[in-house]
């Protein structure tokens, strides 16, 4: 099954559009590592929801909050990791429980 989120749907020119950019921030973007859209065969940009999501997120921190793109990047990791590290203790904590059943 397929996350709807991550389906890459959006070629560049209608992505720019979504997030209020010009298309050439959208490849600069993608030069310096903020996001990696998804190719298509034909190597099209393709941008998914979730992407759509992260960029309005990015334009958001820089315009609201005068944040530069090397403390964007710092943010996203951060959040990423942090992310992970919650995944992590909900498995842990499920395992926490078997555990506990079993020695009952």
Sequence with gaps: MVDQ????????????RLVGVQVHTLRYYERIGVIEPSRSPGNMRLYSERDIALLRRVRSLMEDLG???????????????????????????????????GNQ
């Design 5 to 16: 989120n991550s389906e890459p749907c959006y070629v560049i020119s209608v992505a720019a």
């Design 67 to 101: 944040i530069n793109l090397a403390g964007i990047e710092v943010i996203m990791r951060m959040s990423q990791r942090l992310a992970e590290l919650q995944n992590e203790v909900e498995q842990l904590e499920s395992e926490i429980k078997k555990l506990r059943r």
